[in-house]
């Protein structure tokens, strides 16, 4: 759930078509995940308070589309807001935003491995070792800690604000903040926060790139006139090596991706952008224009370089999904679930 909490707004127009939506029946469903040699699972928020959250599988090879796998494998619903995926161990973790929990799954099947509980609002998912994972938080002011044998939350590091994207380097977890200026440094022996690192306002994601740094994106604060940024950090000194900043007020560009290179960096602002690492400057135009449409995820595979985009539409319907080569050829487009916000890419 993003983009200043956007459902809360549209629940009247779910109101009103919600009646007249058809549920997905996919069909032999084990077959269809283990027999893929390549796939695409696509995560799809749901509307915000209807519980109607799904993932979806896309297989390139025949472009069809599978819908709910999780509701399929368990007869019962995955929940409220299909915020990211993890996959980790053979398993597969859910965060599941407004329902409070992580679903572990089978990836192979999809069936139920065991709930995490006790979440106050989760976003991403982090694990750390086979004992141990972080989760990031809207409403918590703390990062969760899990542990993986039990499936359990044993204890909190507190960090105030709402807490987003976080990744692991050089024996650091670095973690983005969409409500300060501060990218904070937890060192995963001792659960705690020791140290931080001043950047742009609101940082929403992040990447590492082939030479180990890390790439931090922000969407700055309009209200302080405080632009976006991109920044370029070394973490073996954790200092800020190269900051871009962005041209106007109205960016807020967000969902920073690499490819499998790790030599390109893409980000959503209205369209796709991509961002060579040895770049001096931002591309003024996209590379893939949003024009009418409202782009809301991107993914890219990491063999074959293809862009994925998810269009939310209105946050109602079930959105689109457009594929494009990486020169932004566009290749075909496909429907998934209901605000696809993110592509998982099939080890």
Known sequence: MN??????????????CFGACKKDHPSTLNTTINQQSSGVYISNEGNFQFGNASVGLYNPSDHSYTNDLFKSANSRPLGDVCQSLYFFNNKLYITINNSNK???????????????????????????????????DYKANAISVVDLNSNALIKKIQCKGWTEELIASNGKVYVTNKNSKTLYIIDPLIDSIIDSIQIGYGANSLQIDRFSRLWVLANGNPTNNELASLQLINTLADTVIKTFH??????????LKINGNADTLYYLNKGVYNLPINATQLHSQPLIPENTRLFYGIGIDPITSIIYISDAIDYVQKGNIYRYQNNG?????????IIPNDFYFKP
């Open 3 to 16: 983009k200043s909490l956007y459902k809360i707004l549209g629940i009247g127009c779910v109101l009103w």
């Open 102 to 136: 992580i679903e572990v799954v089978n990836p192979s099947t999809f069936a139920s491995i065991a709930t995490i509980i006790g979440l106050e609002s989760p976003r991403y998912f982090l694990p750390l070792n086979i004992q141990k994972a972080y989760v990031t």
């Open 246 to 255: 962005f041209n106007t007020m109205n960016e807020q560009p967000w969902r």
């Open 329 to 337: 050829q566009f290749i075909n487009t496909f429907k998934a679930g």
